[in-house]
Structure formats: structure tokens, C-alpha cells
């Protein structure tokens, strides 16, 4: 009995591959999700959390624009329904903002549990820590997603074309490996500053203003649109919405997915290359039980 479980243990700590990561990221995930769920008021935060940037744009926008549509608007973006196009673009910042903070931060929240150290001894990859909070954030920032459409559609007037909801998918499939990239390079942050707060919301902040969430690019300083060619966000709200109020019909859809890729390929090796070296630093000083 003793030699079957030793060997049983040793078995699962040599082994390795694609589906024992895939494994050890959903379980993570899954712990994360019964931290959460065991906080009601976690639970009234991420019910009510997409609406918060949503309806005061809203407000906002019926007191300019004194109606349900814009002419400035159809000049800048081509379209007169502002307020589909505000719904539509402000949906991902949930997402956003999930990937960003509750990724980057993951390593810190396992620090600040005293598990860190545990988990960087266990047979996966130390990228797969991170990967599992961010499967994690992906499943909370989605939902918040599809409950804002969907309360978009059914009480605000917000139409959305079904023939373009797989192809939208596919975009924010994109637009997540740029974002993961970002994500590393918080970690790394959050590692070697350990309250890094400041910089993550300054990252994370600059991301949505060059964004066209919920205004068109144009409407930005010109050294500010500059930049905002060069964020995966930029491309993939335009994208996104791009499908969701045209269809298959959206015609900007070869520049935007070039677009993407090249700047997830800059991103995620940028990001992965910093997190390596970093976590290596990291261990190598004994800070990992460094508050």
C-alpha cells in the first residue's frame, strides 16, 4: 500500500504536458470562483458592475445629443444609433479591467495568503499561475459582458446582429492574447514593487481613454490617436462592435484582425519574455515572501 502511494504521488508530480496545465489552470479557476461566491456582496458587485459605466455615458448622451441619434457621430463613426454604439463599446471595459487587475494581481493575492511559495514548488508551469486567473477573470469579465447586452437589448433599445456574434468572438478570442501579454508585464510589476496599485491604473486608465469605447478615435488629440493604434483595445472594441451592429457586412475587418495579430504576437512575447525573468529575479532574491 505504502509503495503504491508513493508511487501514485510520484506520478503526479513528474507528470507534464498541455492537459496536466490545462488541468492545474481550471482548478485554480475554480478556487477562485468559490472565494467569490462565498461573499454575497462579490456577488451584488458583479450583477450591478457593468451598468456602472454604462448608464451615466448614457445620461450623458441623451443631454447632448437630445435624442436617440447623432450626426456627429454618423460623420465620425458612420452611424446615427450613439446609443448601440456607446453599449456596444463600453461592454468590454468589464472585461478589461477584469483581466487586467484580477490577473496581474494574481500572484500578489496568493502572496498575501501565504500560498505563493507553496505553489511555485508544484509540478506546473509558473506561467500556468497566472493562466488560471486568468481563465478565471475571462469566465467573470465574459459574464459581465453578456449581461450588459443583454439588458442593453431588452431595456434601452440596443439592436445587435446575430450574424456577427460568432465572428465578435473570435475577436475578443484575439483580443485576449494581447491583453494576457499586458497582464504578465502587471504581474512582473506586482512582483518587484509589491504595491504596484498606482502603475496598474495607470496602465489600465490609459488603455480606456485611447480606447473608442465610447467615443470615436477622432475625437482624440492627435498624438493620442497615435497611441491608440498601437492597443490591442483600440482594434478589438472596433471590431467588436464593428460585427455586432453590421453583421458579416463590416467592412473593416481584414485591417482590424492584421491589426491584431501583429500586436498580440509584440504584446505576448514582450509579456511572457518580462515574466520569466522576472519570476526568476524574484526567486532567486527570496523576495517571494516579501511583503
Not at 504576437?265 to 515572501?289: D, N
Request: aromatic share 12%; proline share 4%; glycine share 10%.
Amino acid at each position: 500500500m505504502a509503495y503504491d502511494e508513493s508511487e501514485s504521488f510520484r506520478r503526479m508530480w513528474t507528470r507534464k504536458g498541455i492537459r496536466s496545465e490545462i488541468r492545474a489552470a481550471w482548478a485554480i479557476s475554480i478556487n477562485i470562483w468559490k472565494v467569490e461566491l462565498s461573499y454575497p456582496l462579490s456577488v451584488l458587485w458583479f450583477v450591478v458592475m457593468p451598468f456602472l459605466w454604462f448608464i451615466p455615458m448614457l445620461i450623458t448622451g441623451s443631454a447632448v445629443a437630445g435624442g436617440s441619434q447623432s450626426v456627429v457621430l454618423n460623420d465620425l463613426a458612420g452611424t446615427l444609433d450613439w446609443v448601440t454604439y456607446i453599449a456596444i463599446g463600453t461592454s468590454i471595459i468589464g472585461l478589461t479591467i477584469s483581466l487586467m487587475w484580477g490577473t496581474g494581481f494574481s500572484l500578489r493575492r496568493e502572496q498575501n495568503s501565504g500560498t505563493l511559495e507553496t505553489l511555485m514548488t508544484t509540478p506546473m508551469g509558473k506561467p500556468t499561475l497566472v493562466w488560471g486567473s486568468m481563465l478565471h477573470n475571462l469566465q467573470h469579465g465574459g459574464l459581465g459582458v453578456i449581461l450588459q447586452l443583454a439588458a442593453a437589448t431588452m431595456f434601452f433599445g440596443v439592436t445587435l446582429n446575430v450574424w456577427g456574434i460568432l465572428p465578435a468572438l473570435g475577436i475578443i478570442a484575439l483580443t485576449i492574447i494581447g491583453l494576457q501579454g499586458l497582464a504578465f508585464a502587471i504581474t512582473c510589476i506586482v512582483l518587484l514593487a509589491k504595491q504596484g496599485w498606482m502603475i496598474v491604473e495607470f496602465i489600465t486608465s490609459g488603455l480606456l481613454l485611447v480606447a473608442p469605447m465610447a467615443y470615436p478615435i477622432a475625437v482624440l488629440p492627435p498624438i493620442l490617436q497615435y497611441v491608440s493604434q498601437a492597443s490591442p483595445l483600440t482594434w478589438s472594441t472596433e471590431a467588436f462592435r464593428g460585427f455586432l451592429m453590421n453583421g458579416l457586412a463590416y467592412q473593416g475587418v481584414v485591417q482590424a484582425v492584421i491589426a491584431l495579430v501583429i500586436l498580440d504576437i509584440i504584446f505576448f512575447a514582450f509579456g511572457a519574455l518580462m515574466f520569466k525573468y522576472t519570476e526568476r529575479f524574484v526567486r532567486r532574491k527570496g523576495a517571494l515572501e516579501q511583503f
